[in-house]
């Protein structure tokens, strides 16, 4: 086993593949060569890719070869940054040097989309840090939040549960005062924020809570690649603010809304919420969905009837 092509071949494909990303094996070589390593054959990379297995990096082949799981998500290395950015009085050079480091943990790709993100994000909104570090400081001390949306005339209370990153946004979950029903609102659709002297006196368990974070986490993350047609039925400024929390890509016609999205249970379990406020336009999506609540119910019915 010749281990520094091993190496050489590790910092490839963690920067030069992702999921999206792949690499032939005239590309693989290629690039082994540039780095001054041996010809190598077909057979000699993949003795390497079992090796690479074996040493718990997982190499996989769609119409390329990529590493199917890196060090570092984008997500989590976009959480570390935006907490380094959140310190103040660091030297800024130690920070540049700091944050090369992070996206050395993923791909050249995934980073170029996290620098343009970071530098979009740092001159969207100067005031987000500060209302990152309200909202911990209202979880921290059990107060209730008053919060504006955007394209919301009216403030709202609520009771600030736990902030989550997903899908390259933080979410904020919530309940409102006296419900245990728990909510989450995109961080970024929050335009004003200030912290009540009120304290929070409903007590969540954290289980529930994060039971709500990973069923909508499943939908964050989940491919949203149909486009589908609904019919809002009660139309109010507050379904349609819940609307654009819950759906990305959401565009509002006259009489509904059109959103991509992926047809899945965390889909169809993210509609019952809306109870019948939307209607799904098209019939073989909406059969599915009945297909899906009829399961529920019988999965419920066999449940009641063993805890008789």
């Known amino acids: 086993m010749n281990k520094k092509r091993i190496i050489q071949l590790l910092k490839i494909m963690q920067s030069y593949t992702d999921m999206d990303h792949k690499l032939s094996i005239k590309e693989i070589l290629s690039l082994l060569e540039k780095q001054g390593i041996p010809s190598a054959d077909r057979k000699t990379l993949y003795d390497d890719f079992k090796t690479l297995d074996e040493m718990g990096y997982d190499v996989e082949y769609d119409e390329g070869y990529y590493l199917s799981e890196a060090p570092f998500s984008v997500s989590e290395v976009k959480i570390i940054i935006d907490s380094l950015d959140s310190l103040k009085n660091l030297d800024e050079t130690f920070l540049s040097r700091l944050k090369e480091k992070l996206y050395s943990f993923i791909s050249v790709y995934e980073a170029e989309d996290l620098i343009r993100l970071e530098y979009q994000s740092r001159h969207k909104d100067l005031h987000f840090i500060n209302r990152l570090e309200d909202s911990l400081e209202a979880i921290r001390k059990n107060c209730l939040l008053r919060i504006q949306r955007a394209k919301k005339a009216k403030s709202e209370d609520i009771g600030p549960l736990f902030l989550h990153r997903e899908n390259d ?140």
């Open 169 to 308: 946004y933080y979410y904020l979950y919530y309940h409102y005062p006296q419900s245990e029903k728990i909510y989450h609102v995109r961080f970024d659709n929050i335009v004003s924020m200030q912290i009540l002297e009120e304290k929070d006196l409903i007590d969540i368990p954290v289980q529930k809570v994060i039971a709500h974070i990973e069923e909508s986490s499943s939908a964050f993350h989940s491919f949203e690649n149909q486009t589908l047609l609904f019919e809002i039925i009660e139309d109010s400024e507050y379904l349609r603010s819940r609307l654009q929390d819950d759906f990305s890509n959401i565009i509002f016609t006259k009489n509904g809304f059109s959103a991509r999205v992926s047809i899945s249970d965390a889909f169809f379990s993210k509609l019952t919420s809306y109870a019948d406020k939307i209607k799904i336009s098209d019939p073989k999506i909406a059969e599915r969905y009945i297909e899906y609540l009829e399961k529920i119910i019988t999965r419920n019915s066999q449940v009641n009837r063993n805890n008789q």
